[in-house]
């Protein structure tokens, strides 16, 4: 069994969409930006608190020494010295005295060598800050001068063990701000995303599939995005297009069909003709007996009046007309489609059967009988030429339970099928796959244009229906048309 184009894979369905994708890449970009900002801003406040603690112990160094010079100068040493204990009391820090010959070696990291100790300007403090496994430290050394000598300096040490929880609180307060402003952005680029993006996509996504089913009414207008209104305005455009393209393409077909329909129809008029040639001619001649000539002019009419209908059927079949679906009878509408092909089938050698279907059946559908006697005249015209030996082609309507294909919308219920079988030729397994596109033919040149069944289908998908074919070489072929039953008859 074959039907006209293959499923998309379900891996799209599972994809992940464009807002979110998006909004990750937001969210990672901007978590970048902010673990950044905020390892520069950990480092600012680190280098702010060592400043302060450094100027900290410089003012208590300064503070200290001035101090200390000055009661070293009015009371000595030994009242000097309780100012360093006192001191030490009062601060957090270890605070000793040392003597200048032991300077160098006690603050070798501020002092090199004994030149650059007794170069260094006295009370005023020399601080750095190291770092080791116990913690930052930060030392200070405040050389003094008494009676215009060297006699020492003031050290003040203090342990720091408390810098890494105050760096810990620097960068948790980072990682939470930058966390907080993360989902908030996250959230807002969703937001927005969906209205802005995935709203108009969605319609348009939808829009697409409706084409691909080969519904293009509906015009979609969207104003979320200029962008995505310009996107709608030519899908309508093309739409448009498409619909007159269609239309060409399937008054090009009927208008084919015409064509094929000739040599049969000159010959059922060719009867009627000759009949009024003959009945003309005698009553001209005087032949008729006046009581026959009203007779002859009955004849007359009568021919008249049956090629008449055949043209006009044959006109309405070609003329040209706009989609126009109503409730109507599909076995009437398939009776005169096929008496349409009657006398071309019975130039061929083929009997054209309509199998009898039970009275009770409803047959009724929303259909627009001009486009579905096109289809069914397609279908029927195949399997006639398919039989170039003669044979015999069976036409029935009825209903059938069927599961509609995954380009149709609908679950498995009872549907109106047409069936058509012919004994003819078959196709080959290589052509069954392709019969439906267009302008694919296995005809020989000028036979056929190729546009028979993939114009037929397009009908019948516009129906929301669609049609199965199955075949074999030299066994002849099946075609089913299936067609949706209106509320009424389900």
């Excluded at 399937?250 to 003959?278: C, F, M, Q, Y």
């Excluded at 002849?476 to 509320?487: A, D, E, I, K, Y």
Aim: charge should be neutral.
């Amino acid at each position: 069994m074959v039907r006209r184009g293959c499923p998309t894979t379900g891996a799209t369905v599972h994809d992940m969409k464009l807002v979110p994708k998006l909004t990750l890449a937001l969210v990672f970009a901007m978590c970048g930006v902010l673990a950044l900002n905020g390892y520069f801003r950990v480092k600012r406040e680190i280098g702010y608190v060592e400043a302060d603690r450094i100027r900290d112990h410089e003012m208590v160094g300064r503070a200290l020494g001035a101090a200390f010079s000055a009661i070293w100068s009015s009371e000595g040493r030994a009242s000097a010295m309780h100012v360093i204990d006192e001191a030490q009391d009062h601060f957090s820090m270890t605070i000793r005295w040392i003597d200048a010959a032991n300077v160098p070696v006690s603050c070798g990291d501020l002092w090199v060598d004994s030149n650059g100790f007794a170069s260094a300007s006295t009370g005023t403090p020399q601080t750095r800050q190291a770092r080791g496994d116990k913690g930052a430290e930060v030392h200070t050394c405040v050389p003094i001068d008494s009676a215009g000598l060297r006699q020492g300096a003031i050290e003040l040490i203090e342990r720091l063990p408390q810098e890494r929880p105050a760096v810990w609180a620097a960068v948790k307060d980072a990682a939470f701000t930058a966390v907080a402003i993360a989902s908030v952005s996250a959230l807002l680029s969703l937001l927005l995303g969906f209205w802005l993006v995935g709203r108009p996509v969605n319609a348009l996504v939808e829009k697409a599939r409706r084409i691909g089913r080969g519904d293009f009414s509906g015009p979609i207008h969207l104003h979320e995005a200029a962008e995505f209104a310009v996107l709608a305005k030519e899908m309508n455009a093309m739409c448009g297009r498409l619909v007159s393209i269609l239309q060409q393409l399937r008054h090009a077909d009927r208008l084919a069909t015409v064509g094929k329909l000739a040599s049969g129809i000159a010959h059922e008029l060719g009867t009627p003709l000759n009949v009024i040639s003959a009945r003309a001619a005698m009553i001209a001649s005087g032949e008729a007996l006046p009581d026959e000539t009203a007779d002859y002019a009955r004849v007359i009419a009568g021919a008249a009046h049956r090629m008449t209908s055949i043209i006009r059927q044959l006109l309405q079949f070609a003329r040209k007309k706009e989609t126009q679906k109503a409730r109507r009878d599909v076995r009437s509408l398939v009776r005169d489609a096929v008496e349409l092909l009657r006398p071309l089938s019975e130039k061929q050698r083929v009997t054209l059967v309509i199998d009898p279907a039970a009275a009770d059946v409803d047959t009724t559908a929303d259909v627009d009988a001009a486009q579905l006697e096109q289809v069914i005249t397609n279908l029927v015209m195949n399997a006639i030429q398919a039989m170039p030996q003669g044979g015999t082609v069976n036409v029935s309507v009825g209903r059938q339970s069927a599961y509609p294909p995954w380009q149709v919308e609908g679950a498995d219920t009872q549907h109106l099928c047409i069936r058509i079988r012919d004994e003819g030729e078959g196709i080959a397994p290589e052509h069954l796959p392709h019969i439906f596109e267009p302008f694919y033919t296995t005809k020989g040149i000028g036979e056929g244009t190729g546009l028979g069944l993939s114009v037929s289908f397009g009908i019948i998908e516009e129906h929301r229906g669609w049609i199965t074919v199955e075949s074999k070489v030299n066994s002849g072929s099946h075609f089913s048309v299936f067609l949706p039953l209106t509320p009424e008859a389900s």
